[in-house]
Structure formats: C-alpha cells, structure tokens
C-alpha cells in the first residue's frame, strides 16, 4: 500500500523520491540532547531550549545533571546515565525536569548510546513533554477505540483510492475481511456495486477539500450478494498538521430499514394525495361518463400510462349482472385516459363502444371474481389475454406494455365494471402497495358511478314518463297554426314538471296552456300529468279563464301540498281575441306585424296550491298574423343574468313575424336555452289566420 501523502502507482508501490514531512513530531515538540562520556553537553536542538528554558549558549558544556536535575535526583540519574554508557541498553521513562524558571515539569525521555566514526561514546536523549505525550497517546487510543468498537464501516483510502484499513464493521458490512480491502480499489472489492460514482465523490474530496455528507448509495456487496441495501456515507479529506494530503476517510451506514421506511411513507403520503384528490375529482357531477373521465384522470399518470373505465353493459341498462365461468362480459367503455403520446391507447376500446371479451381475457376474470387481477410483469404470451382482440394485442406489444393491472369497480355488493391500468412509460411495474392504491380509487369512485348510473336510470324513466304526457303532435285547430318544443334540463339535472298543451274547444275555439310545476323528477312529471289531465277535462266545460284557474288551484292543493304555475289562453278565432288568466306564471309574448314584440301586462296571480287569492281574465287582441309565444322560466332564467335582461333578449329575437313557427322555436332554445341549464323548458308558439 501506498504511503501517506505519496502518490501511488498503478501497481499499488508507493512512488521512489521524497515525502512531504509530517506534523506529528512538531505536535510532540520532541527535544534532541547529546551528552559525552562526562555527562557534558555536546549538542542541543532548539526544541531543548523551548522545553527546558535554556539557550544552547547556557547549556552546552554544562553538566546535564546539575543544569536540568534536582540534587535529590542526582545519584539516580548519575547510575542510569552509566548503565546506558556502558552497556548500551537504551532507557525510557518519564522523569521530573528541572526547567530554567525553576518550575519542575514531567519530561518523557528516550535515551541510548551512540557511537562515532572514531569510536568516541555519546548518549543521546530524546525529550517531550510528558502530560504532550499522554494526551496524544489518549486521543489515539480513544480514535482506535471507537473505530474499532463503532457500528459505523469506517474506511482510509489513499491518494490512489485505495485501501489503507477498514474497521470490524465495514468487514462485516462488505462482507470481505481486513485483508481483502488492503491495497485494493473499491471497484475490486465491491464489483456489485456502483463505484464509479463513490470514486468520482472521492476524488472530488481529494481535490477539494469539500466533505461529501450523508450521501446515499444503494447497491449489493458481497456480504448480501441477492438484495439491495442502502447506504448513508461520507467522506472527508485527511491532512497532517503540514497540511499535506494522506487520503479520504470513508464512513459508511446501513440505512437499509430507515431508506425502506421513508419509502413506504412517501408511497403512503402519495396515495393519501390522490386519494384526497380523488375525493376531490371525481363525482362532481351525476353524469355517467364524467365521473367515469374524473376517475381516468386522476388515475393517469400518477397510477398508470393509460386508464380506462369499462363497465357492464347489463349494468348500464339497470340489471344485475353475474358471470358464469364459460360466459363473456359484454362491456362498454365509458372513459379512456392516456399519458400524453402513449400509443397503447389505439388498443383501447373508444368510449361508448360495446365489446365483448371472452372468458379467458382478465378483465373478465376481474368483473367475474369481483377481485383485483395483477400481472407485474407482462410477457409476450400474456398479451392476448390482456387486449381483446389480436391486433390490439399487436399494438399493446408495440406500444411497450410491461405491467397490468385491473380492478373491479364495485358498489353496494355488486360488481359494476373494472378500472383498467396499463405501464408502458412507467419503468416500474405495479405492485401491491399500487393495487391497494388502485383499489382505494375504485372503492370510492364505484359509489359515484353507482349513484351516477340510478340517477341517469331515473331520470330517463322520469323523462320518458314526461314525454309521453306531453302531445307529440299539437292538433290541428281552427284558426291557429301551432309550434311546441319540450327541452329537458342539462343531463346532470333530475327532469321537471313543465308542459304545454293545445286543446281544441266547441266553436272552433282552441285553448292555450303552459305551465310548471316545482320539483323535479317523477313526482313532478306525475303531477304534471295528473294537472294537464284536469286542465283537459276542465276546458271542455268551456269555462272562463279565470274560473278555470280556480277550479285548478283547489285540484293542485289536493296533490301533496303541490305548486306550479301556469298560464291558460283561449283562443276565439271569430272575435280575433285571447282571454288569457295567470297563475304566477312568466307573460307571454305578443309578436304584431309592424310592430315590436311585447310582454302582455296581466295581473301576475298566485301559483296554484297557494289558494285563497281569486284570479282574473284579461281579454287582448289577437289578429290574423299575429303570435303568442308562452314559455317557462328555464327559457330566459339564469344565475349571472337579471331576469329583466333575459326577457329584452327573448323579446329582440321575435323580430320577424313570417318566421316560420318551427324555426322560431329552434331560434328561441338554441340562442336562450344553455345545455347545461339546470331546468327544463317548455315552449308554445301560437301564429293567428285567417278563417276560411
């Protein structure tokens, strides 16, 4: 091995010429003394001055004994003097010194005979200051102590990066003895490991002076040939008192437990953050695909590369579903979210596709046993049971699939589909610390797609109960010709209770209705129904307006405490006139040829069901040419408007009288109505003629 402070050869032989000096003897301050056979000083080194007081000029030619010794102590040192003199034994000890101020100090001596080249006798003595000498050889022993007694591998390296010694530990650590580190490289005693960067941070050291702190290093030694440890270790340039550079010292900690617990809690910070954002995400709606989106997204990229939502067409269609072990899975793709640029995407199913997958495919397998399905790490052959058909199992391949997993979407006992997560860009594969992540997001995103799916269920059935209580086809009537639209509300908002309707009457009269019921869902749609039918049975009594809103008002408070509002027109085409009564309804608009389109000032009244407040009839004009146009509030109300502003921008649309009624009515809901509005609309748009 190289010595301290040469540089070393590729060999490992340490470099002929000079070394730089050390400091341990300027630490030690060591004094030079020579005395010849009288016990006379002969010789005196400047650091016999600094420890005994005495210049060279008042020592030299001095006997020793009387100058530096007490006269109690001059027989001795007279006896051990001679001893060394005439048999050559050399001496050591600590004796008291007498120092020039008079004080007396413990010296440490080391003293032996020399002989010249005539053969003249010389004792030659060698001084330091003993409490000097203790407290480094205390320091010594208590540095040898704790490396060798410390937990902690501790290494010296020389300038060359090899190895000068190595403590029990880093033995035991490396799984090499002492012997096998001496002289060697880290690289050869440590193949497993990655030395190239731990030499590159030495000699980054060496050069600089700047320690490397609790770096960490993961890798295998010899010791435990088949699992990864972690390291925390550090490096510190070593220097003498001279400042000359001897190498790096290396210490070295087995943080393997620490490194996997700190790994476990970050994995267990993260899946609390998507799950906080999961919580966050998804659900925000009642609508079917977009919490099945919410859940793709927040799945990609923190889970997977690519995320899809699939679930069991009997599902979305309302019924239970359960798989016998030979039976496919018909499912449909609601959601499918890819890393960007990911081109296992094209092997997915598109959303609102329906596809069929035979027993042996995995997703199968998942919805079937209701339990995750893990393949950490695909192969060729697992390719066909992953994709649905060969060519997207040839995509999948080219794409780079490595890892899969799926796990069922479930709610309320019953299996409703499977999230579906792929890596192709993630290095690593899932494991089970990502399955119960996985499932944790599936959990809770199962119970928003359930409720999603009865409330969509619901609301169709609420929507087809609406639908068949409204006429299809407004009739023919004398007089008028009659345009209608029902709008349902946005599809993340339950169905409402408005209607219209156009009934004809005895005498070629035909009556108006618009109304709206408060609520929303079955029980609206219903009580719609049951009111349009009084109102029907009601108007062919042909009674007033007015009366008819009473009779009305009495049948709705019987209806569970019901409200709506409405509005009732009859039309007398031989009059040319509208008798029109209000229930707390919106005004109609009246478009004139020539003239601008018009709200008609009626009392307001009361909705029905309140009851107790009587009703009136306003009879206004109604000539060949001119339209009614009654609406509910869906049409023109919004949260960031004033109601007042709505209704100029319904009043400025109705500019053009020979519109053709149809056309108006799209104008009307495709300029007023947003998609998303949370409530319905019904429309009436009725246009005055001539009598034949």
Not at 167 to 188: D, I
Request: one cysteine or more.
């Amino acid at each position: 091995m190289s010595a301290p402070g040469a540089p070393a050869t590729e060999s490992g032989e340490p470099a002929r010429g000079p070394v730089p000096p050390g400091g341990l003897l300027d630490v030690l301050g060591v004094a030079s003394v020579v005395l010849d056979t009288d016990g006379r000083i002969v010789l005196w080194s400047p650091q016999a001055e600094e420890l005994f007081g005495y210049t060279a000029q008042e020592a030299l030619g001095q006997y020793a004994a009387r100058l530096m010794v007490h006269e109690r102590h001059i027989q001795l040192v007279g006896k051990l003097f001679a001893d060394v003199m005439r048999t050559g034994q050399s001496w050591a000890g600590g004796f008291p010194v007498r120092h020039k101020d008079g004080s007396t100090r413990l010296v440490e001596f080391r003293n032996m005979r020399l002989l010249d080249d005539q053969g003249d006798v010389y004792a030659l003595g060698l001084a330091a200051d003993q409490s000097t000498v203790r407290r480094l050889e205390q320091d010594v022993a208590l540095s040898e102590r704790m490396v060798m007694q410390s937990p902690i591998g501790y290494a010296v390296l020389d300038t060359g990066l090899r190895y000068v010694s190595v403590n029990p530990a880093l033995e035991k650590m490396n799984g090499v003895p002492a012997a096998g580190h001496v002289g060697r490289t880290l690289h050869e005693v440590l193949p497993l490991l990655d030395t190239e960067s731990l030499e590159a941070a030495a000699r980054q050291v060496l050069e600089t002076g700047v320690p490397v702190i609790d770096a960490t290093l993961v890798g295998r030694t010899p010791a435990d040939p088949d699992a990864d440890h972690t390291w925390s270790h550090s490096l510190y340039r070593l220097e003498d008192a001279m400042g000359n550079v001897l190498g790096v010292a290396v210490s070295m900690t087995d943080i393997t437990e620490q490194h996997r617990a700190s790994v476990e809690r970050e994995a267990a910070r993260r899946r609390l953050a998507v799950i906080a954002d999961a919580s966050a995400r998804i659900g925000t709606t009642l609508e079917l695909e977009r919490t099945a989106c919410e859940l793709a997204e927040v799945a990609v990229p923190e889970l997977a590369d690519v995320a899809a939502v699939d679930l069991l067409e009997a599902v979305v269609e309302g019924r239970r579903s359960t798989l016998g072990p030979t039976e496919s899975a018909v499912i449909r793709a609601l959601a499918v979210r890819p890393a960007e640029g990911s081109e296992a995407v094209l092997a997915a199913d598109p959303p609102g596709q329906i596809a069929r997958y035979a027993p042996d495919r995995l997703v199968t397998e998942c919805v079937r046993t209701g339990e995750a399905v893990l393949v950490p790490q695909v192969k060729d052959e697992d390719l066909p049971r992953i994709a649905r058909s060969p060519e997207a199992a040839v995509l999948l391949g080219r794409a780079g699939l490595h890892s899969y997993l799926a796990v069922p979407l479930i709610a309320r006992g019953e299996v409703l589909g499977a999230l579906d997560l792929k890596r192709t860009r993630n290095p690593a594969p899932f494991d089970d610390d990502d399955v119960l992540l996985a499932r944790e997001l599936a959990a809770r995103a199962a119970v928003q797609i359930d409720n999603a799916r009865w409330y969509q269920n619901a609301r169709n059935t609420a929507l087809t109960l609406q639908r068949s209580l409204l006429p299809s086809h407004p009739p023919v009537t004398t007089g008028l010709e009659v345009a209608s639209r029902y709008q349902p509300a946005g599809a993340t908002s339950e169905v409402g209770g408005d209607w219209f309707d156009v009934i004809p009457l005895e005498g070629g009269k035909t009556a108006l209705v618009v109304g709206d019921v408060m609520g929303s869902g079955i029980s609206a749609a219903a009580t719609m129904g049951r009111l349009r039918t009084a109102t029907t049975t009601l108007a062919a009594l042909d009674l007033d307006p007015a009366r008819l809103l009473e009779h009305l008002d009495k049948t709705t408070s019987a209806l569970n405490h019901s409200i709506a509002t409405c509005v009732y027109a009859v039309h007398d085409p031989h009059l040319r006139q509208c008798r029109i009564a209000n229930a707390g309804h919106l005004p109609p608009a009246r478009v004139r040829p020539g003239r601008p389109a018009e709200l008609l000032d009626l009392p307001t009244g009361v909705p029905l069901g309140v009851g107790g407040v009587d009703f009136s009839t306003v009879t206004v004009d109604f000539d060949p040419g001119d339209e009614l146009v009654f609406y509910t509030d869906g049409l023109v109300e919004t949260r960031r408007h004033s109601l007042d502003e709505r209704l100029a921008s319904l009043l400025s649309l109705l500019d053009d009288p020979a519109r053709p009624l149809e056309e108006a009515c799209d104008l009307l809901l495709r300029t007023l109505h947003h998609p998303d509005n949370h409530d319905d609309v019904a429309l009436l748009i009725a246009r005055a003629q001539e009598l034949p």
